[in-house]
């Protein structure tokens, strides 16, 4: 009996123990969200990173005023309608989860479209063409299914007690009111009622300029259930594989944390495919960032909030959830607390100075001073197409004796339509002659850049 006693207590223990864990779980799993209806720049500044609309711009490879007549009003509608509203009970189902999950699978799925030929049998003056409305297709068909996806899991009541219809005349956003959103009881069907909601998404008359055939393609790329179908259409792919793909990768986030989900801003996640990550030519980073994990959410930094009243009210437990800005330090913290006055720099400097050299002994060189950037004045988009023209194998591509950089037909094409990857490298004023095979000439300043990628990859 003496010894069975220690055992029985441990039990005892465990058995309390897990209870108090259940009832802690249980007590953080909000029952019922609290809000008000924000504008887009609001949620914006809450939940997204400030380089995301930049990445965004880069991706798309147009025009400044395109961008903010073509992809900046679908974001924006994306947070009209769901507002701050989580996704799903199962990912992103903090306050903002929709939103975030919706851009950052658009983005992916942007970037996605640049190694992908939507018409195979199209000319390359078709293909240029086309490709630009293929991209703007993606993302609109991705942000479509991310609303969808939120409008079948939620229920929201407004302040007047009525039950807010997502197939209702005006977004969220544009009724200017409190609301409380829980889960469904019984989760709608996104492929039944998807035909019905999505007319509030999309504006009258948005896609008439489209042919039958993009609309067709476009119409079946909207895919909330993320199926695969025996028809599916390149479109269709990228839609669904950038929804999963971001849907796993949060999904894997969330499940190293313990306890209660805050709203927190986005990360990047770099483009994929079936063998693997590949080198992105529009994130930097992306090469150094492929044999480590993507950053935690807690780790990225966060924009700050444009109003006092940013916090999230979860009923029944009291608590709130405001975006995650603690975990990043200020501009002005880490500069002081990496950088000292100049008097203080020099005496530090004069205190560690070595003792004088004794004659007929060589004296310690001087310290090598860095190299100037060599990628200053041309775009990052050019140069880290270069980088990433290096890391393959391109043989239409040498260094000429006198420095410059030819670049053939065959590897003009790498990453894009010739005639874009052209036009790129002669807006960033690169070109130095255009051959009539189809080669391009670029200056040394790009040929040094070429190399230098060529020789870090050894």
């Given at each position: 009996m003496t010894e069975e006693a220690p055992q029985l207590s441990f039990e005892k223990f465990a058995i309390a123990a897990i209870f108090r864990l259940?009832?802690?779980?249980?007590?953080?799993?909000?029952?019922?969200?609290?809000?008000?209806?924000?504008?887009?720049?609001?949620?914006?500044?809450?939940?997204?990173?400030?380089?995301?609309?930049?990445?965004?711009?880069?991706?798309?490879?147009?025009?400044?005023?395109?961008?903010?007549?073509?992809?900046?009003?679908m974001a924006e509608r994306l947070a009209m309608c769901v507002q701050n509203l989580p996704l799903s009970p199962s990912v992103c189902s903090q306050p903002g989860g929709a939103l975030q999950f919706g851009l950052q699978a658009g983005l992916l799925a942007v970037r996605s479209c640049d190694a992908v030929i939507f018409a195979p049998k199209a000319t390359a003056q078709e293909r240029q063409r086309d490709d630009p409305l293929y991209r703007w297709c993606a993302y609109c068909a991705t942000l479509a299914s991310a609303y969808l996806m939120c409008a079948g899991a939620v229920e929201v009541t407004l302040a007047d007690g009525h039950r807010h219809s997502f197939a209702g005349r005006f977004t969220l956003g544009e009724l200017n009111t409190k609301f409380s959103a829980k889960w469904r009881d019984e989760p709608a069907l996104p492929q039944q009622s998807g035909l019905i909601y999505v007319q509030t998404f999309f504006y009258p008359g948005q896609f008439s300029h489209l042919s039958p055939a993009l609309l067709n393609q476009l119409g079946a790329a909207i895919n909330p259930a993320m199926v695969m179908s025996g028809t599916e259409s390149p479109l269709a792919k990228v839609v669904r594989m950038s929804l999963s793909r971001v849907?796993?990768?949060?999904?894997?986030?969330?499940?190293?944390?313990?306890?209660?989900?805050?709203?927190?801003?986005?990360?990047?996640?770099?483009?994929?495919?079936?063998?693997?990550?590949?080198?992105?030519?529009?994130?930097?980073?992306?090469?150094?960032?492929?044999?480590?994990?993507?950053?935690?959410?807690?780790?990225?930094?966060?924009?700050?909030?444009?109003?006092?009243?940013?916090?999230?009210?979860?009923?029944?437990?009291?608590?709130?959830?405001t975006p995650a800005t603690a975990g990043a330090a200020s501009p002005k913290a880490a500069t002081s607390a990496t950088t000292s006055s100049p008097a203080a720099n020099q005496v530090t400097a004069n205190s560690s100075l070595p003792s004088p050299v004794p004659s007929g002994q060589p004296e310690t060189p001087p310290p090598t001073v860095a190299a100037p950037d060599i990628t200053q004045g041309i775009s990052i988009k050019v140069v880290e197409w270069v980088r990433a023209l290096a890391f393959g194998s391109h043989p239409d591509v040498e260094v000429l004796e006198g420095g410059n950089l030819k670049i053939g037909r065959k590897a003009l094409g790498f990453g894009a339509l010739p005639a874009a990857n052209y036009t790129a490298l002669y807006e960033a004023k690169c070109v130095v002659e255009k051959l009539p095979d189809g080669s391009a000439i670029c200056n040394a300043k790009l040929a040094a850049i070429y190399q230098q990628a060529k020789a870090s990859k050894k």
């Amino acid at each position: 009996m003496t010894e069975e006693a220690p055992q029985l207590s441990f039990e005892k223990f465990a058995i309390a123990a897990i209870f108090r864990l259940r009832r802690h779980f249980w007590c953080v799993q909000p029952v019922r969200m609290h809000s008000h209806t924000k504008t887009p720049q609001i949620l914006f500044a809450e939940l997204i990173g400030r380089s995301h609309f930049s990445d965004l711009l880069t991706a798309c490879a147009i025009q400044r005023d395109s961008f903010l007549t073509q992809y900046v009003p679908m974001a924006e509608r994306l947070a009209m309608c769901v507002q701050n509203l989580p996704l799903s009970p199962s990912v992103c189902s903090q306050p903002g989860g929709a939103l975030q999950f919706g851009l950052q699978a658009g983005l992916l799925a942007v970037r996605s479209c640049d190694a992908v030929i939507f018409a195979p049998k199209a000319t390359a003056q078709e293909r240029q063409r086309d490709d630009p409305l293929y991209r703007w297709c993606a993302y609109c068909a991705t942000l479509a299914s991310a609303y969808l996806m939120c409008a079948g899991a939620v229920e929201v009541t407004l302040a007047d007690g009525h039950r807010h219809s997502f197939a209702g005349r005006f977004t969220l956003g544009e009724l200017n009111t409190k609301f409380s959103a829980k889960w469904r009881d019984e989760p709608a069907l996104p492929q039944q009622s998807g035909l019905i909601y999505v007319q509030t998404f999309f504006y009258p008359g948005q896609f008439s300029h489209l042919s039958p055939a993009l609309l067709n393609q476009l119409g079946a790329a909207i895919n909330p259930a993320m199926v695969m179908s025996g028809t599916e259409s390149p479109l269709a792919k990228v839609v669904r594989m950038s929804l999963s793909r971001v849907l796993e990768f949060l999904r894997e986030q969330e499940s190293q944390v313990i306890g209660g989900k805050a709203a927190s801003v986005m990360v990047d996640i770099p483009v994929a495919v079936a063998n693997g990550p590949v080198h992105d030519p529009l994130r930097p980073e992306s090469y150094s960032a492929h044999a480590t994990a993507p950053a935690s959410p807690a780790t990225a930094s966060a924009p700050a909030p444009s109003s006092p009243a940013a916090t999230q009210s979860t009923g029944g437990t009291g608590s709130s959830t405001t975006p995650a800005t603690a975990g990043a330090a200020s501009p002005k913290a880490a500069t002081s607390a990496t950088t000292s006055s100049p008097a203080a720099n020099q005496v530090t400097a004069n205190s560690s100075l070595p003792s004088p050299v004794p004659s007929g002994q060589p004296e310690t060189p001087p310290p090598t001073v860095a190299a100037p950037d060599i990628t200053q004045g041309i775009s990052i988009k050019v140069v880290e197409w270069v980088r990433a023209l290096a890391f393959g194998s391109h043989p239409d591509v040498e260094v000429l004796e006198g420095g410059n950089l030819k670049i053939g037909r065959k590897a003009l094409g790498f990453g894009a339509l010739p005639a874009a990857n052209y036009t790129a490298l002669y807006e960033a004023k690169c070109v130095v002659e255009k051959l009539p095979d189809g080669s391009a000439i670029c200056n040394a300043k790009l040929a040094a850049i070429y190399q230098q990628a060529k020789a870090s990859k050894k």
